[in-house]
């Protein structure tokens, strides 16, 4: 664990008078840099408040899943810290059923549900592959929704 993520946890545990364990720590995306930047860069200005992943994906991996209240550490695309997160709604859903409030929430491109769903059937074609499995309108997807609550600054 990076010093500085350890560093950012413990004074937001101290300002907010918490005791709790270190929570999940990961980035936005698929994985690369220049993802994990811009999506941080969409939690950090305000404008994405939800995400949302393979349900499939979970049960391969056997991943817990993500629970209203949990905490979490986002990273940027440099594994350095952005914000913590605090869920505040999950949902499971198809895919073909996701509203256009949740797209918006995503906070991604035109902000509209076809953009949305163009380009997560794309990412959700690429993430599904290795596992074997297919990306089907009906999928099963994990919506989460969250509210920043802490923002990393230098001095931490």
């Known amino acids: 664990m990076l010093k500085n993520v350890e560093v950012f946890w413990q004074n937001f545990l101290d ?40 349900l499939d994906i979970y049960k391969m991996e056997e991943e817990q899943l993500p629970k209203a209240g949990q905490y979490d550490i986002i990273l940027d695309g440099q594994s350095q810290p952005l914000a913590i997160i605090r869920t505040t709604k999950v949902e499971i859903m198809p895919m073909n059923k996701v509203s256009e409030s949740f797209a918006q929430a995503e906070g991604e491109g035109d902000l509209t549900l076809d953009y949305w769903y163009e380009e997560h059937a794309r990412f959700f074609k690429e993430e599904l592959a290795p596992y074997q499995l297919k990306f089907y309108p009906d999928m099963l997807l994990v919506c989460q929704s969250f509210e920043v609550v802490d923002l990393y600054t230098e001095k931490e």
């Not at 936005?28 to 941080?40: A, H, I, V, Y």
């Open 15 to 54: 300002k907010h008078e918490l005791d709790m364990l270190m929570p999940d720590v990961w980035m936005f995306g698929d994985g690369s840099s220049e993802m994990g930047n811009r999506l941080g860069q969409l939690v950090v200005s305000g404008r994405k408040t939800a995400t949302c992943s393979s």
